[in-house]
C-alpha cells in the first residue's frame, strides 16, 4: 500500500518534470524539471529496492549531470525570445501521429495481447534484489568485468575528447 | 507491491514525452535534456524488469547506463560549447556546416 502511494506520487511528480523540460521556454526551467523527474526516479528506485543505483543517480545525475547543464546553459546564456514556428513541414502533425500510434500499440498490447509483462511477476524474493553496494559490487566483477574495463576506457577517451573539444581553436586561413 | 507493468507504463510515458520533446523542440540544450529524459525512462525499466524477475543484473545494466550517459553529456555539451563559439547560437536550424 505505502509503494502504490509512493508510485502515484513520485510517478505524477516525474511526469510534470518531463513535461516541463519538453514545455517551458526557459532552459533554465527545463533544467529544473529534469531535477524533479530525477530525483522522483530515484524514489522509485528506493521502492524497488536499488539503494545503491538510487544513491548513484542523485549524486552523479542530480549532481553532476545537472550542474554540468547549468553551467553550459550560463555560458551561452539564456535567450528567452526564442521562436517556436516550426521551420519543418508538417512536423508537429507527424510526431502527433507518430505519438498516438505508439500509445495506441502500447495499449493494444497491455489490454488485448496476449503478454505478459514480466513471466515470473507472481513470487518475487525482495532479497535475490536487494540492491545493497554487496549485491550490486559481486556481479559487476565478476560476470561484468570486461564491460567494466570498457566502460573505464570510455570514459578516459570521453574525458580526453572533451578537453581535444575545448581547446579548439580555429585555424587562421 | 505495485505490478511491474505500471512501473513500465510510467517508463514509457516518460520515453514518449522525451522523444516528442527531441522531435518538437530546436535548442541543442533542451534536446539533450530530452535524451537524459528517455536514458532514465528505460533505467527504470530495467530496474522494475529485474526485480520483477529476481535478477540483480538489471541494477547492474543501470550502472552502465549511467556512465555511458555521464561520457556522453560530457562530449554533447563540449560539442555544444564549440558550436556556440563558432556561431553564437545553441539552435540546430541553423547548423548547415555539412551541407553539401
Given amino acids: 500500500m505505502a509503494e502504490a502511494f509512493i508510485f502515484v506520487l513520485m510517478g505524477l511528480g516525474a511526469l510534470a518534470g518531463a513535461v516541463t523540460v519538453v514545455v517551458a521556454r526557459n532552459p533554465v526551467y527545463s533544467a529544473i524539471g529534469l531535477l524533479g523527474t530525477l530525483l522522483s526516479v530515484a524514489v522509485l528506485y528506493v521502492a524497488q529496492l536499488a539503494h545503491l543505483v538510487a544513491a548513484v543517480q542523485i549524486i552523479v545525475y542530480a549532481g553532476a549531470v545537472l550542474t554540468l547543464f547549468l553551467f553550459v546553459i550560463m555560458m551561452i546564456g539564456v535567450d528567452e525570445d526564442q521562436s517556436r514556428d516550426e521551420t519543418l513541414p508538417y512536423q508537429r502533425w507527424v510526431v502527433g501521429g507518430l505519438a498516438i500510434v505508439i500509445v495506441a500499440f502500447a495499449a493494444g498490447i497491455t489490454l488485448f495481447g496476449d503478454f505478459e509483462w514480466v513471466p515470473a511477476a507472481t513470487a518475487t524474493d525482495p532479497e535475490a534484489t536487494n540492491g545493497t553496494v554487496e549485491a550490486i559490487a559481486g556481479p559487476l566483477f565478476t560476470d561484468w568485468v570486461l564491460a567494466f574495463e570498457a566502460t573505464a576506457l570510455l570514459l578516459t577517451i570521453a574525458a580526453a575528447g572533451a578537453i581535444a573539444l575545448a581547446h579548439y581553436r580555429r585555424r587562421e586561413a | ?100
Fill in chain 2, 1 to 100: 507491491m505495485v505490478d511491474p507493468g505500471w512501473y513500465m507504463a510510467l517508463a514509457g510515458a516518460l520515453f514518449l514525452i522525451g522523444a516528442l520533446g527531441l522531435l518538437l523542440r530546436r535548442n541543442a540544450l533542451v534536446m539533450f535534456m530530452c535524451i537524459e529524459l528517455m536514458l532514465n525512462a528505460v533505467n527504470l525499466t530495467l530496474i522494475s524488469a529485474g526485480r520483477a524477475l529476481n535478477d540483480i543484473n538489471g541494477q547492474v545494466a543501470v550502472f552502465f547506463v549511467l556512465v555511458v550517459a555521464a561520457a556522453e553529456v560530457v562530449v554533447g555539451l563540449a560539442i555544444i560549447v564549440a558550436i556556440f563559439r563558432l556561431r553564437a547560437s545553441a539552435s540546430v536550424d541553423e547548423l548547415s556546416e555539412l551541407r553539401g
